[in-house]
């Protein structure tokens, strides 16, 4: 009987051989197909049986570049390619469904192995491939890199604020083999001990980039770097070396910039810019020196400044670093000039024909200064200059302008009216017959009312009819004829009431007005040479004022001198409108042209006084009006040709008029004195006024009769305190 465990013991031996035996044949490597294949080559191959792994070879040498591609042409296997070195250890490989690619740079010269086999190479996938191998030669011999250029900064002084940088600016190529270069940098210093030292060892820092910054540098320190090349495969060429010159404390000087120049108007705000400027570190000081009238500074970056007067200013920036470095820039501020000179000439003028007038354009100002004064003279003619003279040919009115300019163009105009009165408004001589006519005119006006006065009372009763009307008593005064009461005697009482009696009264300062006022006008109303030049606005506003000036110098003047002396010999006057003399003067001065009479008559009040004291009163009154004479006749011949004539022809129709020996005239009382110095009297001052109507005599002549008329009126005056 067979053991039952020897049996089982026997049946799992078999089974462990068979499975060795199994194993045995399952591992066994299928011998390799083996091909030798050159740069270019595709070569047709199969998998088969499965687990086959075939064999290509090919030398290269170091840096040859290979490429590979296995690709499935048909069956199941799934591609997968190995690169081997010459010693056998495996570089790189690759896989795919389709396709297995491999790009490889070789390390080193001699014969690799490319295994292609079926990636799973478990004996279930063959099929059929083509391998393709390309091999790209690499350089023969690998060249070390060349000594490479360098370039430094600062390549002068370095600051202690400086950061110190090595540039490598050639050679290019940097290589011989073009391969990639880099760069080692070994950096050593002088600490001050002659000798160069590793900037760690040192206590500067361990760089080993191509910069050193400023803060890691000491001052006194010199820095040398050291530049090695070394390329991709790491051949090192020849190293280069660069020095530094010693780190020193911050000498560089800023850079100032004040801007752009400006040009600006006067009294305009400018506002500086020195923002431009810098420095290698920082600027801590910004100043502005410049002279506006006086010194100005100003500091800060953009400081501002009002400039009022026009110029050209040059500004000055100065700039400052920490380090007391400084530096400075100008700038130059135009200021422009558009103010407008003020011109100014004098008050409007009223001149003579044809004679010589000068103007002035001295109170003309300007805030810079005028360079030109231009006149137009307003008859087509100009000149230039601060003070100019004129003569006009032509009587009218004219435009004189006044331009003044400054330098820059500005200008200012200034203009008055200058008025030249036609010729003709100067009084025409009157002929004999005409001096004859208005003579008599003026006599007989006078002696009729003297006539009327003294016959049987007549005179008497109509100034007691004119007495008794309803009307104020200073026209019934007007009214009234005058005849003997010349000089009328009074009482000591009335006497003294006249002695506290004011010097003029209100009614005489109203006739003394009214009669200036007609004798003005009669007078410019001659001067004009009647109606038709006498309408004449400008004519007029020739005439009126030298006119006025005539009549108050002789009318105003001669009766408060008048009512002087007489009141010095206790004689008391009175002045008052008379209304016959009145007409008369009308009636000659507006129909004849040659006034001969007088609107307003004088009565005095007195004690007992002879008729000598009465003809010295009546004589140094007319000596007095002779001495006007002076000034007259000088207008006259300066010119002044209205005012002179007009003077002068109404104190002599004055003088000559009140001589006449007839009441109620104060010439009667002349007369009365004595005879023949009436007579001498009244025919020289008829001879007088008489050439002057008619233009006889040169105007000198009225120049000697007022100087020896002083001397005469002095005389009388002399004889007149004697009869107090």
Not at 236 to 248: D, E, F
Request: one cysteine or more.
């Amino acid at each position: 009987m067979k053991n039952p465990v020897s049996g089982v013991i026997l049946k799992l031996l078999l089974l462990l051989v068979v499975c060795v035996l199994t194993l045995a044949f399952n591992t066994q490597p299928v011998r390799p197909d083996t091909y030798s294949v050159g740069s270019g080559e595709t070569v047709s191959a199969s998998i088969d049986p499965s687990g086959e792994v075939d064999t290509y070879t090919f030398s290269a040498n170091a840096s040859d570049v290979v490429f590979v591609r296995m690709t499935k042409t048909s069956g199941g296997l799934d591609p997968e390619i190995k690169l081997n070195a010459p010693n056998g250890t495996g570089l790189t490989r690759n896989w795919g469904w389709t396709v297995a690619e491999i790009s490889y740079t070789l390390p080193d010269y001699g014969e690799y192995t490319l295994l292609a086999f079926d990636y799973y190479a478990d004996g279930s996938d063959t099929g059929n491939y083509s391998m393709f191998i390309s091999r790209q030669a690499g350089p023969t011999e690998n060249n070390p890199p060349y000594q490479p250029q360098l370039s430094i900064t600062p390549s002068l002084a370095v600051e202690d604020d400086d950061d110190l940088i090595v540039t490598v600016t050639g050679p290019t190529p940097a290589d011989p083999d073009g391969n990639t270069v880099t760069y080692t940098y070994r950096w050593l210093v002088d600490i001050g001990t002659g000798e160069f030292l590793d900037d760690g060892p040192a206590n500067r820092g361990n760089h080993t980039g191509n910069v050193v910054p400023a803060a890691d540098t000491v001052i006194g320190d010199i820095w040398r770097v050291e530049v090695t090349p070394v390329d991709e495969y790491e051949a090192v060429g020849l190293n280069a070396m660069a020095t530094w010159q010693p780190v020193v404390l911050d000498a560089t000087k800023p850079v100032a910039d004040a801007g752009p120049s400006q040009t600006v108007n006067e009294d305009t705000l400018v506002t500086f810019n020195g923002s431009n400027s810098f420095d290698n570190t920082e600027l801590v000081s910004y100043t502005w020196v410049f002279t506006d009238i006086t010194p100005r500074t100003l500091t800060g970056i953009n400081p501002s400044h009002n400039f009022t007067t026009p110029g050209t200013y040059s500004v000055t920036l100065n700039v400052t670093d920490a380090a007391g470095n400084w530096n400075t820039d100008t700038v130059v501020i135009t200021v422009k000039d558009v103010t407008d000179p003020k011109a100014e000439v004098a008050i409007d003028q009223i001149v003579v024909e044809d004679k010589n007038v000068s103007f002035d354009a001295g109170n003309s100002s300007d805030n810079v200064g005028i360079v030109s004064y231009e006149w137009n003279f307003g008859d087509g003619t100009t000149a230039t200059g601060l003070t100019v003279n004129h003569t006009y040919a032509e009587p009218g009115n004219y435009l004189v302008t006044l331009t003044a300019k400054d330098a820059t163009g500005n200008e200012g105009t200034h203009s008055i009216t200058v008025t030249v009165p036609p010729t003709e408004a100067i009084r025409e001589p009157r002929s004999v017959q005409v001096v004859a006519e208005v003579v008599v005119v003026g006599a007989v006006v006078t002696a009729t009312t003297a006539a009327i006065a003294s016959i049987g009372g007549l005179g008497q009763s109509f100034n007691s009819a004119i007495s008794k009307l309803p009307i104020p008593e200073e026209l019934k005064s007007f009214l009234k004829i005058y005849g003997k009461a010349l000089f009328k005697k009074i009482d000591k009482l009335k006497l003294e009431a006249l002695e506290k009696a004011p010097f003029i009264t209100k009614a005489e300062m109203a006739a003394l007005g009214i009669s200036a006022l007609v004798m003005t006008i009669v007078f410019g109303f001659v001067e004009a040479n009647g109606l038709p030049h006498f309408l004449d606005p400008s004519t007029l506003a020739t005439v009126i004022p030298s006119t006025l000036l005539s009549v108050f110098m002789v009318r105003i003047a001669g009766e408060l001198f008048e009512a002087l002396c007489a009141r010095t010999c206790r004689v008391y006057r009175q002045f008052g409108l008379w209304m016959y003399g009145l007409v008369a003067f009308l009636v000659s001065g507006l129909l004849f042209l040659f006034p001969f009479s007088s609107p307003g008559i004088t009565r005095y009040q007195s004690g007992q006084i002879s008729n000598k004291t009465k003809a010295l009163i009546v004589l140094s009154k007319m000596l007095i009006l002779l001495t006007l004479t002076i000034p007259f006749a000088g207008l006259y011949m300066l010119g002044f040709k209205i005012a002179g004539d007009a003077g002068l022809l109404l104190t002599l129709m004055t003088v000559c008029y009140s001589l006449v020996p007839l009441r109620p005239l104060v010439g009667r009382a002349v007369f009365d004195y004595r005879k023949e110095v009436s007579l001498i009297a009244l025919v020289s001052t008829a001879i007088l006024f008489y050439s002057c109507t008619v233009n006889l005599l040169p105007h000198i002549t009225y120049l000697v009769v007022g100087i020896v008329s002083v001397f005469l009126a002095a005389i009388t005056l002399n004889e007149l305190r004697k009869t107090r």
